[in-house]
């Protein structure tokens, strides 16, 4: 089936490590997005990209870092200048022609400990 | 830029009532409109989008939305309350093609939605 996959669904970091989630897709999409969700915050934008080999920050970048090598995949790496990481991460696609339409992986709860 | 407020961070309903959450933008240029499901746990699923079309939308489980312009609002609504729709609705905004924010969603804070039996 065709969709997006988040791994791991849970982590635990210790504080100072840099831990890395997974994102891939099977959607043919050309844009992927992370977002952090906290509790009564919503979700809000870190990262972006339109295409291979090119990303923009969103609103909340700082401490966090993406690449995008391949179509299919956009980690996210959340270092240790992350402050405040503990929060579930939701990676999202975007369809082509479809009025805007993103759609979301199932989410990955990071916990530092 | 854009923001979306949503009204009642939590909303209770008994099942069979009418759900109604509230949803209002601000926006520069005409929007593009989101309502998102997620359940625990869970990522999140699109129940309906408004593109500029027909300002009422319908949407996946009986839910539908009317876009108001002239009220910046755009609410979600279900005529009868299903114990199954207990989950947290997300309201989000976006530029349309050509704008600066296309391609990216600002979201509402959220309300969660408890139904009663």
């Known amino acids: 089936d065709g969709g997006i996959t988040q791994s791991p669904k849970y982590l635990f970091r210790k504080e100072g490590q840099n831990v890395t989630l997974s994102c891939e897709q099977n959607?043919?999409?050309?844009?992927m997005y992370w977002y952090r969700q906290d509790p009564g915050q919503g979700l809000r934008l870190i990262y972006y990209s339109q295409i291979v080999n090119d990303f923009q920050k969103g609103d909340i970048a700082e401490g966090y870092s993406v690449s995008r090598e391949k179509k299919e995949s956009f980690p996210l790496t959340v270092t240790s200048a992350q402050k405040n990481p503990t929060a579930f991460y939701l990676c999202?696609?975007?369809?082509?022609?479809?009025?805007?339409?993103?759609?979301f992986g199932e989410g990955s709860w990071l916990t530092v400990v | 830029a854009q923001s979306v407020t949503q009204l009642g961070s939590h909303v209770s309903v008994s099942e069979g009532a009418l759900v109604l959450l509230r949803c209002n933008y601000s926006s520069s240029v005409p929007p593009y409109l989101f309502w998102y499901v997620q359940y625990p746990n869970q990522g999140l699923q699109l129940l309906l989008k408004y593109t500029s079309a027909a300002t009422l939308v319908k949407g996946i489980n009986g839910f539908e939305a009317e876009f108001k312009k002239s009220e910046t609002s755009f609410h979600l609504t279900k005529p009868s309350a299903h114990m199954s729709d207990a989950a947290e609705y997300f309201c989000a905004v976006s530029d349309p093609p050509g704008g600066t924010s296309y391609g990216k969603l600002t979201f509402g804070q959220g309300t969660i939605l408890t139904v009663h039996p």
């Open positions: 999202a696609s975007r369809a082509p022609y479809s009025g805007n339409t993103i759609y």
């Open positions: 959607l043919n999409h050309d844009a």
